[in-house]
């Protein structure tokens, strides 16, 4: 596939329908790689990587590129798709700025759950027949590939693209997913017993604003938690519940416009599964509004952005909230 | 624990509160004593140093402190209206408490490299706040120093900041020359018009005087090719700096240029030494 | 060499605990290690180091610093510092050892600071020798041996026994008011771990790294270097780093009114943030460039221009291991590098 792809790049350069590729540039371990730009074939031989660790969702930074002089090179896998879609559905991209070809997805793999089978020294990764086959200083080491796939690829909902000029290899399907399990057993548990999960989950939070950062939901100019002016804005963490507050808030303003990308929990450094936020509100939306994928399309209306005389109540909200 | 530490700050009493242009007030501030009383000052400086003013709850920033060293009676802030904290300041009364600390910085070579030299002041704006400190103290050590030369400009008649002091004190003494200059033409000046950076290569000052600037980065940007066009050289030209502070005593680490901190290392630079630094500032 | 069997440690723990705050790594439920108070039944984690750094503990994330009482136009000032607790950090690893003297020599310096102090003249830091090194890890870059770590008391685990050595007056202490427990043994049997430590230290990819070409006379070299364009391009501008980051000690002062008085705290800053240098008229860093430019430009150049050449890193790898998109340190100096 990585060859495929860096010819594709080399042939687009080259025909001058894009004068810059964004694409995955390979790191110092074979699980360290980073988004990066290619502006030349040179380039592309030299460092272009696509592996099972080519997690990253490079559609955010089309916010910017976009706006460049030229046409960009994106290469996407499907749930990157649904990113870009809902990006260029808010006027945060210039759609056509950008020329999409699609990529077969993952599953990627977490390194971290490697990583946490006290699999160390590592210097090379290879997947025989679904066995990792690790090398490591200490000798080779070998765990099923399964259990190291991250989390964000285990509850894969769709291998299809929603957006793309060209495909590299054929385009896949919306998937069953098993995604909202989890969010069903949180709101199976009593109100206390959610409370202290997130309580101790949510306590682990660093300020780092790395989810933030990263989610492609997130593209206000100024957050207003980084603005002074705004009076919420606070660097502290201090495990008090306004602190936690920042997340469910941050889910809130997402909400009917977040993907369900999972880049959040991917990195988040201390392995909180924010995700699950997002996803308890996709839920809801999807019970109280009807079935709505965010960034499916560019037009369609979102549910909470769109009135209609068959909206629920507002107290059919409440009530549900009552034990 | 019964170690000061610097980030714990001592009580001011704003004892005067003088309008000095439509945006910029000066501050008189005095100390409480042991017995209740308050006068004196909370702390000694030199020229050029800076305090952490505060009203907590609202915030707290570095200033200079405007006043000479040589007034022991108090000590004065002049305070440009720009943001949270300062337009508190120009909205409390006299009698109001602040919380004050410090003295921090380097402060300019008065009792070095300073000694004995005609010295050329050069300020825009409010950037006439930490020179004052430096110009009284030269007035009331006048021997110690050559002719002085003082060339302040802004933008209006109105925004020329201790336009009094200058008036009536500066310009009567022995010994120094005073030049004023506004942006632009307004009724009731009969003075100079134009740009500081314009005014100064037109006074064409001599060079063997040891100057000292302050004003808006660009006002100092233009006045420094000027006075190189001139002739001078980097090492006989001081300027003071002004980046984000939080700590005072280098430690928060956001106020450096290169690995020179302005709370700590400045923020009194010669622009030879800055030259040596990145242009990040 | 004064020592116990590994089995014992529990009971090593509890006798300690009886007297003082302990603390110890342990293992998270998701598989990371953190430290935690001690308490009776707590297992030490076999993991090579804790997510978080053991700054913590002179360097708390967020901290109050004074109170005041506003009544009209006058202001109480409360100091509100208490003399700290005598605490016991146990298995420091040797580069978490090691920030502690380069914090120090950002918050013992004068003006000494005086919350840092008080927390650092409590603590006893107890390090424990690598033996499983991983291949994010460079601290011999920095010139960190970590089968001989710093610390008031260092240890080592040949598998059966962990030895005891102590290398200052507080740690001396420490392990007198242990020795009960502990036994005089053979302790040659560590050459043998050592050295293998040592071999697998020069096996890791990262074991050539070299500082040879960064340092405070580098100033302007790299600060204008143009792989900075190429080095910060997909920086996303988060904390991560920073905070996870044993060396990182900016810090943001803020106040907080809680309805009966302000509370004055100070919490970890990142240079990353993009209100890190904003004033009221401008800003110096406006760019992500200029922003991920000062944090290595900071701990390859500036602090050992400040600092006889000491870097302000101990490559303990953390960032390589958290960062969003995988950028780091050790890219930033390969890329760098100017021989």
Request: hydrophobic share 35%; glycine share 8%; proline share 4%.
């Amino acid at each position: 596939m990585q060859e495929a792809m860096i010819n594709k790049a080399k042939q687009l350069l080259a025909d001058g329908t894009v004068n810059r590729v964004i694409g995955w540039k390979k790191g110092e371990f074979v699980y360290d790689i980073t988004p990066a730009i290619f502006e030349t074939a040179e380039e592309l031989d030299a460092d272009f990587v696509y592996n099972e660790f080519t997690a990253a969702n490079v559609s955010k930074y089309l916010v910017k590129e976009s706006k460049k002089e030229g046409k960009i090179l994106a290469f996407l896998k499907p749930c990157d798709t649904y990113s870009l879609n809902q990006l260029t559905k808010e006027h945060r991209v210039n759609r056509d700025n950008i020329y999409v070809v699609g990529i077969p997805g993952g599953p990627k793999l977490d390194a971290e759950k490697i990583k946490a089978k006290g699999i160390t020294g590592i210097t090379g990764i290879k997947n025989e027949n679904y066995t990792l086959k690790i090398e490591t200083v200490y000798g080779e080491q070998t765990m099923p590939f399964y259990e190291a796939i991250s989390d964000k690829c285990a509850s894969c909902k769709s291998k299809k693209h929603v957006t793309y000029d060209e495909l590299i290899g054929e385009d896949g399907d919306v998937l069953e997913s098993n995604r909202f399990d989890m969010v069903e057993k949180l709101e199976n548990m009593t109100a206390q017993e959610r409370y202290d999960f997130w309580r101790a989950e949510l306590s682990k939070c660093i300020r780092c604003n790395a989810c933030r950062n990263v989610c492609p939901a997130c593209t206000c100019e100024k957050c207003v938690f980084d603005n002074p002016e705004s009076g919420v804005e606070n660097k502290a963490a201090s495990n008090s519940f306004e602190e936690n507050m920042f997340h469910i808030i941050r889910a809130f303003h997402v909400a009917g416009r977040c993907t369900d990308c999972g880049e959040c929990s991917r990195v988040c450094p201390q392995n909180i599964p924010l995700h699950l936020l997002n996803r308890k509100f996709i839920k809801d939306i999807n019970s109280l509004y009807g079935e709505y994928q965010a960034g499916e399309d560019t037009t369609t209306k979102a549910p909470l952005n769109a009135y209609t005389t068959d909206d629920c109540e507002a107290s059919i909200v409440h009530e549900r909230g009552v034990e | 624990m019964n170690a000061n530490d610097t980030l714990i700050p001592h009580i001011g009493v704003v004892t005067d509160i003088r309008i000095d242009t439509p945006d910029v007030k000066t501050f008189r501030v005095n100390a409480i004593n042991a017995d209740g009383t308050v006068g004196g000052k909370v702390f000694e400086h030199m020229p050029g140093q800076c305090a952490m003013l505060s009203i907590p709850g609202v915030g707290e920033a570095m200033f200079s402190i405007t006043s000479s060293p040589t007034n022991k009676e108090f000590m004065e802030f002049s305070i440009k209206k720009c943001g949270c904290l300062t337009n508190w300041l120009h909205a409390m009364d006299v009698g109001q408490q602040i919380t004050i600390r410090g003295p921090y910085g380097n402060a300019f070579p008065v009792e070095t490299e300073l000694k004995g030299k005609d010295l050329l002041f050069i300020a825009g704006g409010i950037g006439l706040a930490p020179l004052r400190s430096v110009i009284n103290y030269v007035r009331d050590n006048r021997a110690n120093y050559g002719d002085v030369q003082i060339v302040y400009g802004s933008r209006s008649m109105d925004d020329l900041v201790d336009y009094k002091e200058i008036i009536d004190e500066w310009m009567t003494d022995d010994g120094i020359e005073v030049n004023l200059t506004i942006d632009r033409e307004q009724e009731g000046w009969d003075g100079h018009v134009g740009f500081v950076p314009n005014y100064v290569k037109e006074l064409n000052p001599s060079l063997n005087k040891t100057v000292l600037i302050c004003g808006p980065p660009i006002m100092i940007k233009f006045t420094l090719n000027g006075l190189k066009e001139l002739g001078f050289t980097e090492t006989q030209v001081y300027t003071t700096m002004e980046l984000r502070m939080k700590c005072g005593v280098g430690k928060c680490g956001r106020c450096n240029i290169g690995n020179k901190y302005v709370c700590k290392d400045g923020p009194v630079f010669r622009f030879d030494e800055l030259g040596e630094l990145p242009d990040e500032y | 060499m004064l020592r116990i069997a590994i089995d014992k440690i529990d009971s090593l723990f509890d006798a300690i605990a009886e007297k003082q705050t302990l603390y110890i790594p342990v293992d998270r439920e998701d598989g990371a290690a953190e430290y935690k108070k001690y308490e009776s039944g707590m297992k030490m984690s076999n993991s090579l180091n804790t997510l978080r750094s053991a700054k913590d503990f002179f360097f708390p994330q967020t901290e109050n610093l004074v109170e005041f009482k506003m009544e009209g136009k006058q202001i109480e000032v409360k100091d509100i510092r208490e003399e700290s607790e005598d605490f016991v950090i146990f298995g420091v690893r040797a580069c978490d050892a090691r920030s502690f003297s380069i914090l120090d020599k950002v918050y013992l310096v004068d003006p000494v600071d005086s919350f840092y102090k008080n927390r650092r003249d409590h603590g006893v830091v107890v390090s424990m020798a690598c033996t499983r090194p991983a291949e994010t890890c460079f601290c011999s870059a920095f010139g960190i041996d970590p089968t001989a770590p710093e610390g008031d008391v260092s240890c080592w685990n040949d598998g059966s026994y962990i030895y005891f050595e102590a290398n200052t007056e507080k740690g001396k202490a420490f392990v007198d008011s242990i020795s009960s427990l502990l036994e005089d043994g053979d302790a040659s049997s560590l050459e043998n771990v050592k050295a293998e430590t040592k071999r697998i230290l020069s096996l890791l990819p990262l074991s050539n790294l070299s500082t040879d070409s960064f340092g405070g006379d580098k100033l302007n070299e790299y600060f204008n270097s143009e792989k900075w364009a190429e080095l910060s391009e997909s920086c996303i501008g988060c904390g991560t780093c920073t905070f996870v980051c044993p060396t990182c000690q900016c810090y943001d002062i803020k106040d907080f009114n809680t309805g009966n008085g302000i509370k004055r705290f100070r919490c970890w800053d990142s240079c990353m943030y993009s209100d890190f240098t904003k004033m009221a008229h401008g800003n110096p860093r406006i760019s992500q460039l200029e922003r991920f430019r000062q944090r290595f430009m900071h701990k390859l150049v500036y602090f050992p221009a400040n600092n006889n050449g000491e870097f302000g890193c101990v490559g303990c790898g953390r960032c390589l291991s958290k960062c969003p998109i995988s950028m780091n340190i050790v890219k930033v100096m390969k890329a760098l590098e100017v021989k």
